[in-house]
């Protein structure tokens, strides 16, 4: 799979595809062709872009549509990012996405995906969601900024519990996510903490570490 991402994302796609995706919706996939050879092209992505595509295609293939992307796409000012961290941490954080080990033990009143559930359809679960939808949740993800270089930290994304956040000698909540942004040019990551304990705009340390409360959707 290659992921096609950024707002000339769909014109580099039409011009490889034989069929054009201007009307494919938003989380659809459908069978298309790239120069002959059969593709699924799937309309999303992790990256937060808003035009945003997944072109899966038969492994042995490989060379003839990475050859098609660099074709069409040096027209168009495309970049080959290659680098794991960027892909699989940097751009999801700042795009405010999770993975589903970030989430464990919370639920989804907890870490803002309330707005994704129908409570009006009946689904496993649904009675204890609706206890704390009733009584309000307990803990809320935030986000958070750290300027200084150099910071060696554990969170839950990397296992374990992750480190704890301690304000006024009490712990208010662990670090779910922590990792670098390019495009800021700061540390940045989730806290899952207390509801109520943190707002925007606090300072707070983390270890021996200053951070900056945020909002969780960085960019």
């Not at 790239?34 to 997944?54: Q, R």
């Not at 996405?97 to 009946?122: A, Q």
């Not at 009675?127 to 839950?156: I, Y």
């Amino acid at each position: 799979m290659y992921a096609v991402q950024g707002p000339k994302a769909k014109e580099l796609v039409n011009l490889m595809a034989e069929e054009k995706i201007d009307d494919q919706k938003f989380f659809s996939i459908r069978d298309n062709k790239i120069d002959g050879i059969p593709v699924k092209i799937n309309y999303g992505g992790f990256t937060g872009e808003k035009f945003g595509y997944e072109v899966y295609f038969p492994s042995e293939e490989i060379g003839k549509i990475e050859e098609k992307l660099k074709e069409y796409g040096e027209s168009l000012g495309a970049k080959e990012i290659t680098e794991f961290q960027i892909m699989a941490w940097t751009l999801p954080t700042e795009a405010g996405f999770y993975y589903l080990r970030d989430l464990l033990h919370t639920n989804p009143m907890e870490v803002g995906l309330d707005t994704g559930i129908n409570c009006d359809k009946d689904f496993i679960g649904k009675e204890a969601l609706l206890k704390v939808k009733e009584n309000g949740p307990a803990k809320e993800m935030l986000g958070f900024t750290m300027d200084q270089d150099d910071v060696h930290l554990n969170a839950k994304d990397l296992g374990g519990p992750g480190d704890p956040v301690i304000v006024d000698g009490q712990e208010i909540g662990r670090l779910s996510k922590f990792n670098y942004s390019y495009v800021l040019d700061k540390n940045i990551g989730y806290i899952l903490a207390k509801k109520g304990a943190l707002k925007i705009g606090d300072k707070i340390k983390v270890k021996d570490y200053e951070a900056v409360i945020t909002e969780r959707k960085f960019i």
